[in-house]
């Protein structure tokens, strides 16, 4: 049964600490000792949390994702513990539902590391069977690309689908499936986009886009323009949360959904302001609104992170080739 904020609420002793303060404190115990058997147990008390939605957010701030996969990652490289290897990949198959999570397990090259999880533990049923439904839960258009692309991961699969465990043989021939059926659909729906007429857009037609800015993010932004305004980017870990997104970054999504969906016009003029500062780590929300549609198209535009204002502004649009 998934818990509620109001069940937390009573869980929790007068005087005790709260739920992500508990779970920061076992992210920190894991580095602060060396003892496998105290390393066993925080893994597997972080994975036993990752199972319920309602500490997902949480275990993101604790950065608990971050220390399953460094452990996956170190499995891989030479010889890590068993049991942490098993908790590591349960915690982050429980935690891979999570959209953020998700997304950072595809950034983060995880596509990859979770095949070379199959490839050297292929014997052992629980990592393989753990790791097998952490691939079906990630998958979504772009992942399903990306894994149909891998072609040592489909030789892969159509091993452990002969392999003489039941386990193993169920969950690889439903990946497959998942994978043949969800590029299926995906093709489907490209082959109804391209034929179908684009509507376009209305006054009062609004166009809109959600991104978390991260770090890597700001700093490829930086090398590329040459701002490097320590407002923007720092080394120092005491002074990241101080950090903020680039101005010009916030306009630049800006103008990506303009020529996205106003092919063959361009900005002619622009007025915008920066009420407040955008952090990083922190979905912001893009949105643009068609205000008229004439000769010269206005479009209104904000962008909001936690219901804040960080980028407002408008432009006027005009027409180079149809």
């Not at 949390?49 to 220390?67: G, S």
Request: charged share 20%; aromatic share 10%.
């Amino acid at each position: 049964m998934f818990s509620t904020q109001e069940r937390l609420k009573r869980r929790t002793p007068n005087g005790g600490i709260n739920r992500k303060t508990y779970l920061c404190l076992l992210v920190d115990e894991y580095y602060e000792t060396s003892n496998i058997e105290a390393q066993q147990q925080v893994t597997a008390n972080l994975a036993n949390f990752a199972y319920d939605p309602i500490n997902w957010k949480f275990l993101r701030d604790a950065k608990a994702h971050e220390l399953f996969y460094e452990i996956i990652q170190q499995s891989l490289q030479g010889v890590v513990d068993r049991l942490l290897v098993l908790h590591s990949i349960v915690g982050l198959t429980n935690l891979s539902l999570d959209p953020v999570i998700a997304e950072y397990i595809e950034r983060s090259n995880g596509l990859g590391q979770l095949r070379a999880v199959l490839e050297k533990y292929q014997t052992d049923c629980e990592i393989v069977c753990n790791t097998l439904t952490c691939c079906s839960f990630l998958l979504n258009d772009s992942r399903t690309l990306l894994f149909k692309q891998d072609k040592c991961l489909l030789s892969l699969l159509q091993h452990l689908k002969r392999s003489g465990n039941r386990r193993i043989v169920n969950l690889a021939t439903i990946l497959a499936e998942d994978l043949s059926r969800a590029m299926r659909w995906l093709q489907l729906a490209r082959r109804f986009s391209n034929a179908a007429t684009k509507a376009q857009p209305t006054v009062g037609t609004v166009f809109s886009l959600t991104k978390t800015f991260r770090q890597t993010d700001v700093q490829q932004f930086v090398a590329l323009t040459g701002d490097s305004n320590p407002i923007h980017v720092t080394d120092a870990p005491d002074l990241k949360e101080q950090i903020f997104v680039n101005g010009a970054f916030l306009n630049g999504v800006i103008a990506g959904i303009i020529g996205t969906n106003f092919p063959g016009f361009v900005v002619t003029t622009q007025n915008f302001r920066f009420p407040n500062r955008c952090h990083l780590e922190k979905e912001v929300q893009f949105s643009v609104k068609v205000e008229e549609m004439r000769k010269i198209v206005t479009v209104s535009y904000e962008s909001k992170q936690n219901g804040i204002i960080v980028f407002e502004g408008q432009a006027k649009l005009f027409a180079v080739r149809k």
